[in-house]
């Protein structure tokens, strides 16, 4: 069964950093790329980032680019996001998604880490 | 930079059929943005329904279909079900491996 478990959300000051972790089980990780999508409070989606699977490859939404910065360790199944430069308008919860095989979407999920940027 | 349109809102009475889109602000979605389509009701993770323009996730009933319709790609729900009361976002490949979330669509079973 896959498992994708988000952690490290929670409350940092403007302008502060944060990383966050997803670690994945139930497949071979190494083999897909990943995600982390977004959403704002009473918001709609917003896709963040990507990486491929043997993380030589990483993209970025414009919103991010220069701020946050994706990386995985296939040694451990983990995917993070590092989040510097923090500001309320990245307040969302996070979520991770694994890609399909190819260029075709996501289709497992986790269940999200709160992070919220407030002084 | 390229906007994903979606209806704000739908609506469907029990048993219906509703025809959701996905459009892009200059240009027409095709299957090379690769659409898919994903069911989220408040406080869950998005649940992965279509991917890659018409393909079933595992464990999707066969009342959701997916589509090209026009110059927009579409979720069509068959004989619409109380729980099927959520909110529908679609993303789009944009290449360079960018991908881009439509506004989502909240439907209403009523």
């Not at chain 1, 990383?19 to 497949?27: E, H, K, Q, W």
């Not at chain 1, 071979?28 to 990507?50: C, D, H, I, N």
């Amino acid at each position: 069964e896959v498992q994708l478990l988000e952690s490290g959300g929670g409350l940092v000051q403007p302008g502060g950093s944060l990383r966050l972790s997803c670690a994945a089980s139930g497949f071979t990780f190494s083999s897909y790329a990943m995600t982390w999508v977004r959403q704002a409070p009473g918001k709609g989606l917003e896709w963040v980032s990507a990486t491929s699977g043997n993380g030589g490859s990483r993209w970025y939404a414009d919103t991010v680019k220069g701020r946050f910065t994706i990386s995985r360790d296939n040694s451990k199944n983990t995917l993070f996001l590092q989040m510097n430069s923090l500001r309320a308008e990245d307040t969302a919860v996070y979520y991770c998604a694994k890609h399909l095989t190819g260029t075709k979407g996501f289709d497992y999920w986790g269940q999200g880490a709160l992070v919220t940027v407030s002084s | 930079q390229t906007v994903v349109t979606q209806e704000p809102s739908f609506s469907v009475s029990p048993g219906g059929t509703v025809t959701l889109t996905c459009g892009l602000s200059s240009g027409s979605v095709s299957t090379s943005h690769y659409p898919s389509w994903y069911q989220q009701t408040p406080g869950q993770a998005p649940r992965t329904l279509i991917y890659s323009t018409n393909t079933r996730s595992s464990g999707v009933p066969d009342r959701f279909s997916g589509s090209i319709l026009g110059n927009k790609a579409a979720l069509t729900i068959t004989g619409a079900q109380a729980d099927d009361e959520s909110d529908y976002y679609c993303v789009v490949y944009m290449d360079s491996g960018i991908w881009v979330f439509g506004g989502g669509t909240k439907l209403t079973v009523l």
